[in-house]
């Protein structure tokens, strides 16, 4: 979105029923919440697929819930681990105003802190509680394969939903390519993470921060002397 317009729409006015302004805009989740009017909050969200273990270092929907916290608005990214187009949101729907409620009450004065809601994609009477895990790690495998528009009726997918409005043509002598793969977990992954809760039907609650730093490691690095050997005389 850097150097072009962005538009911030006023949404329908069945929104005022409830007592609620919001704004959809066009530019990308990192931009939203700068549109600069005064905003009580950010939920970023909801969204097909979930953001939970090492998803959420590149994640968009967490992006802008970053953004959120970056100009001090509580913020929250909500994610359903489901692609399908008929994806069950019902949980979501059912828990999370409860969940945003606890969590207003729950709110630290500290800054960057940033709260991810994944939700199963199950009926709420079949989901098994919430909880608060430990962060797994996941990677993706066999990433590119030769782009094919089939495989979105084949994973039952809306290129809509996905953000794609026109489908790419090639160059002459160009070939494309799409991002699949397959989804692989870490065998290291413990029970009481992420991605083995959601798994099993459970709801996550992850507070992560925009402060990024491994304060660990500065330390370590600082007792190995780096600092003392590049001090000037």
Known sequence: ???????????????????IRYYNMNGAQLTA??????????????NHGGNYATAA???????????????GIPSIAVSLDSLAQDADFSSAE????????????HLPERFGLVY????????????????????GVIRWVREYAPFDPDIYEIKGLSPHELGIRSLPVPEPEEDL????????????????????????????????????TDTLEQERLRSLGLEILTRKP
């Open 1 to 19: 979105t850097l150097f072009r317009s962005v538009k911030g729409v006023k949404a329908a006015d069945e929104a005022q029923v409830v007592g």
């Open 33 to 46: 919440p700068q549109k600069g009017v005064n905003i009580d909050y950010v939920f970023s969200g909801i």
């Open 57 to 71: 270092l590149y994640s968009g929907t967490l992006g802008a819930a970053m953004e959120g916290a970056l100009t």
């Open 94 to 105: 059912h828990y999370f105003p409860t969940l945003f409620e606890w969590i207003l009450a």
């Open 116 to 135: 991810n809601l994944n939700f199963p994609a199950v009926a709420p009477d079949e989901v098994k509680g919430v909880r608060i895990p430990g962060q």
């Open 177 to 212: 390519y799409m991002m699949g793969g397959t989804v692989v977990k870490d065998p290291a992954n413990r029970a009481d993470s992420d991605v083995e809760l959601i798994a099993s039907g459970y709801i996550t609650l992850t507070a992560h921060s925009i402060l990024t």
